[in-house]
C-alpha cells in the first residue's frame, strides 16, 4: 500500500520544490514559446504569464519538475500560482483556467509516477491572487473594495476543481498577504470537497511582508494561525519574501503554538539591486540547518531564487535531522 503523505510527515522531515520562475527564466522565453498551440491568435501581449506553459511548452514544466524530484523533492507544486480567474484577467484569460490547472496537475503527476524509489506527491498550487479583499487599493476611497470574499471563492472554487481533475494529491495556499483571501480559498475547498465527495490534505503558507513581522494585511504570525485554525490543515507555514535567517523567529512562533504540522519554503535571500537572488546553495542550506537542528519545521523547501541545486543541498541536510513534534 502507497504511503501516505500523513504518514510520512510524522517520520521525516519532506522536502518540497524550489521555484519555478526562477528554473522559467533560465529558458529565455519569447512570446511565442507562451502562445504555440492554443494562443497564437489572443489580443493581449502573454509573455511572462508562466501557468500558460504548462499549455503551450509542457515539456519545460516536466523538465522543471523532474529536476526538483531528482534532487531531492517529496513534494512538487503545479503551475498554477496565477491560476485563477482573478488573476487571469489581466491577459483577459479567464477561459483559459480549467485548461491551466488540469494540464498543470496532469503533467506534474505524470513526472511524479516517473519516480519509484519512495513516495512522491503533487501539491496544487492555490495563488494569493492579484487582489485583495481586505484593503482598499485607493487611498481616497477605504471602504471600496476590488474584490469581494464570493468572487474569490468562485474563482478558488474554479482553479480547486480543476487541480483535483488533474490529479493533484495535496493543495496547497500559499503565498497568503490577506488572511480573507485565504479564508475564501479554504470555504471554496471545503465546497468543492462536498460536491465532488472528495478530501484531500491541505497545506496553507502564508508571507510575512517585512522585518515587522507581520502579513500585507498586518497580521502577526501568531494571529494569522489563530484566524484558520478551524480548518483540519495538514500543515500551516511561511514562504517567500524573506530569506531563512528573518524567517526563522516566526518558525519559531509557529513551532510554540501551531496544533498542525510546520512548514517553510523561504527565498534564496532578498533580492538584490537588480531583483536577483544571491544566495548560495550552501549559503542558504547553513541558514535552514538552523531550523532543522531546533525541529521547527516537518516540511522544507525553497521559493524565488531557488533552485534544484539549493534543493538537493537543503534535502541533504534535512536527512540528519527528525521533524518537528506536534505538541
Do not use: W
Not at 477561459?95 to 513516495?119: C, L
Not at 470574499?149 to 490577506?178: H, M, N, P, R
Not at 547553513?286 to 522544507?300: C, P, S
Request: glycine share 8%.
Amino acid at each position: 500500500m502507497k504511503e501516505t503523505i500523513e504518514s510520512l510527515i510524522g517520520k521525516r522531515i519532506l522536502i518540497l520544490d524550489g521555484a519555478m520562475g526562477t528554473m522559467i527564466q533560465r529558458h529565455d522565453l519569447e512570446e511565442f514559446d507562451f502562445r504555440e498551440g492554443a494562443f497564437e491568435n489572443h489580443h493581449k501581449p502573454l509573455k511572462g504569464n508562466n501557468d500558460l506553459l504548462s499549455i503551450t511548452r509542457p515539456e519545460i514544466i516536466k523538465d522543471i519538475h523532474r529536476k526538483y524530484f531528482i534532487a531531492g523533492a517529496d513534494i512538487v507544486e503545479t503551475n498554477t500560482f496565477s491560476g485563477t480567474s482573478i488573476a487571469q484577467a489581466d491577459y483577459d484569460l479567464e477561459s483559459a483556467v480549467y485548461d491551466i490547472n488540469f494540464s498543470s496537475a496532469k503533467i506534474a503527476k505524470e513526472v511524479a509516477q516517473e519516480f519509484t524509489d519512495k513516495p512522491r506527491f503533487v501539491a496544487g498550487s492555490i495563488g494569493p491572487t492579484n487582489r485583495t479583499a481586505s484593503i482598499s487599493p485607493d487611498v481616497n476611497d477605504p471602504g471600496y473594495r476590488a474584490v469581494s470574499f464570493d468572487d474569490l471563492v468562485a474563482a478558488y472554487k474554479e482553479q480547486i476543481s480543476a487541480l483535483i481533475e488533474g490529479g493533484v494529491d495535496i493543495l496547497l495556499v500559499e503565498t497568503v498577504f490577506d488572511t480573507l483571501n485565504a479564508k475564501a480559498a479554504l470555504y471554496a475547498i471545503q465546497e468543492v470537497f462536498d460536491e465532488e465527495k472528495v478530501n484531500l490534505p491541505i497545506m496553507v503558507s502564508g508571507t510575512i511582508t517585512d522585518q515587522s513581522g507581520r502579513t500585507l494585511t498586518g497580521q502577526t504570525t501568531e494571529a494569522f494561525l489563530i484566524s484558520l485554525s478551524h480548518m483540519p490543515l495538514l500543515s500551516i507555514g511561511l514562504n517567500c519574501a524573506l530569506g531563512a535567517n528573518l524567517m526563522r523567529p516566526y518558525l519559531q512562533i509557529l513551532n510554540q503554538t501551531s496544533p498542525f504540522n510546520v512548514s517553510a519554503h523561504p527565498n534564496a535571500g532578498l533580492p538584490n539591486e537588480f531583483g536577483e537572488y544571491d544566495e548560495t546553495p550552501e549559503m542558504m542550506a547553513d541558514q535552514i540547518e538552523v531550523f532543522l537542528k531546533e525541529g521547527l519545521v516537518n516540511i522544507i523547501g525553497g521559493c524565488c531564487g531557488t533552485t534544484p541545486e539549493h534543493i538537493s543541498e537543503i534535502a541533504e541536510r534535512a536527512k540528519k535531522y527528525n521533524p518537528r513534534k506536534i505538541s
